[in-house]
């Protein structure tokens, strides 16, 4: 079972997403847990205080260390008492870039995953230097709270987890799943507006379908994603592929990469 420990200011904010589609059958099945905690509850003075000013001056509040160590305390109590550890996330601008491979690593993670999401003008830095955490980011902009990246880690890395899809095949065929981009898909009808479905996928030609996904596939990385390609191991057949690209014009030039064998 893969396991989440939420740490937030915000609990109403995963309710909505959690009870539907993928992720609550995930949890349904006993694939997935999510468990919620709220910062506040870790609070001990009377106001239930999470945040102050900044020490220096500057604009915004601070979210305070004491109560963030105290729930990850109580999380680790919690997991050591089962016998288990953990392991502590933190989403932040300054944070490594999201990947599929770090997603595919948290899927197959045996300790429970702990995530704080921070807020406001940020967290006391002695977070960090007391727990030492992943620190991940989505990409290069900033948002209100980590809430959001959170949900977007436990679906990325729920959706890998055998038996939370309906078919396993989604998983190996979507886009990343080996640094490319997934094919065009179409379904009914064959033709809207002037615009009809490629022969080839009606042919009920397996190999042909195969091989035209392949090369889809290939040419949207070349033309959106080419820093994905870059150094890549190709297989011969994907070399003939991108060969037929380029005398076909659909993409311009040959790109760095390394054959295999």
Not at 60 to 73: D, F, N, S
Not at 226 to 249: H, Y
Request: aromatic share 6%.
């Amino acid at each position: 079972m893969l396991r989440f420990e939420i740490l937030t200011l915000f609990p109403g904010m995963f309710e909505p997403v959690l009870a539907h589609s993928m992720l609550k059958r995930g949890q349904e099945k006993g694939l997935l847990h999510v468990h919620i905690r709220n910062l506040r509850d870790f609070a001990t003075d009377r106001h239930k205080m999470v945040d102050d000013t900044p020490y220096g001056g500057g604009a915004g509040m601070v979210m305070k260390a004491e109560p963030i160590l105290r729930a990850v305390a109580s999380v680790r109590a919690d997991a050591q008492s089962n016998g288990e550890d953990i392991r502590v996330i933190f989403p932040t601008p300054q944070g490594r870039r999201l990947t599929q491979s770090y997603v595919q690593e948290l899927a197959g993670e045996p300790r429970r995953i702990v995530i704080l999401c921070g807020h406001y003008e940020g967290v006391d830095e002695r977070v960090r230097l007391a727990l030492n955490p992943d620190e991940v980011s989505l990409g290069d902009y900033v948002l209100t709270g980590g809430e959001l990246p959170a949900l977007v880690l436990i679906d990325a890395a729920a959706r890998l987890v055998p038996g939370v899809l309906g078919d396993p095949q989604s998983v190996v065929e979507e886009s990343f799943s080996e640094s490319l981009l997934e094919y065009p898909q179409y379904t009914k009808p064959a033709e809207i507006e002037g615009i009809g479905v490629p022969d080839v996928l009606l042919s009920g030609h397996h190999e042909a379908i195969r091989l035209w996904r392949r090369k889809q596939a290939l040419r949207s990385t070349y033309l959106r994603r080419p820093d994905l390609l870059r150094d890549r191991l190709f297989t011969e057949e994907d070399r003939r592929l991108l060969d037929e690209l380029m005398n076909e014009g659909l993409v311009a030039a040959p790109i760095s990469c390394r054959e295999e064998g």
